[in-house]
């Protein structure tokens, strides 16, 4: 079964720093992509960025990138020069075909605060 | 915006009765997946349609059930509610084939 793993439940930050969320994943698949949203308080899901595992370049986009370390499991979020709307929750998922659905596994979430 | 759209936006619902939650497709996404988030936690995946077939359920019961259209449209019903089932409900749509999944706004549903 594949399972995703946050292990900060709240994270502060700065305006205009830098932050790294971590994210851990565990799965038998070859081949897998890993997701990070964004949930305001309003409850939509946003999509940051996608990693796919063959993906030899960490991904980007914009001020969000992806420390992927596939030997680690890890798939860290960086979000930098942070600004005062990125307060939120962020959820780390994997896709998942386990079953026959595509679905995605997420974690638990960070909640993520940044103080003017 | 994700062109995805739910209804209702809020619920209040008490225990025992029944509840429908609609989603809409964005266009060409033929597969529509319900993921139910309680406080404080990540999405839990309840089930998946596609052309208008259940295509996988997580560990949810048979009471949670759902209907896929041939707009792609979908609901997700939920019998006899419980305390527990209070949470977010959201639907995610994509096209089979494809990693990424669009969201809707949710339902909010408390259960009274």
């Known amino acids: 079964a594949q399972k995703i793993t946050q292990t900060q439940p709240g994270m502060f930050v700065q305006e205009k720093e830098a932050v790294t969320l971590d994210c851990t994943y565990d799965?038998?698949?070859?081949?897998?992509?890993l997701f990070w949203y964004k949930q305001p308080s309003s409850g939509e899901m946003i999509f940051l960025i996608y990693q796919g595992s063959y993906d030899e370049q960490n991904a980007t986009e914009g001020r969000y990138s992806l420390n992927f370390q596939k030997a680690r499991k890890s798939a860290n979020l960086v979000i930098s020069a942070s600004q005062l709307g990125d307060s939120a929750m962020y959820f780390c998922?994997?896709?998942?075909?386990?079953?026959?659905?595509?679905?995605?596994?997420f974690g638990k979430g960070t909640k993520l605060t940044v103080n003017p | 915006e994700t062109g995805v759209t739910q209804s209702p936006t809020h619920l209040i619902k008490t225990r025992g009765q029944q509840v429908t939650l609609r989603c809409s497709s964005q266009?060409?996404?033929?597969?529509v997946s319900w993921y139910q988030q309680a406080l404080g936690q990540g999405p839990q995946f309840i089930f998946q349609?596609?052309?208008?077939?259940?295509?996988g359920r997580g560990n949810f019961p048979p009471r949670f059930s759902g209907l896929q259209f041939p707009n792609y449209s979908s609901e997700l019903n939920v019998n006899a509610l419980e305390l527990d089932d209070s949470a977010l409900y959201l639907c995610a749509t994509l096209r089979r084939g494809y990693n990424e999944q669009f969201f809707g706004p949710g339902t909010r549903l408390t259960v009274l």
């Open positions: 799965t038998s698949d070859q081949s897998y992509g």
């Open positions: 998922a994997m896709f998942s075909t386990q079953g026959g659905s595509e679905k995605l596994v």
């Open positions: 349609y596609y052309r208008e077939e259940e295509n």
């Open positions: 266009s060409g996404h033929n597969t």
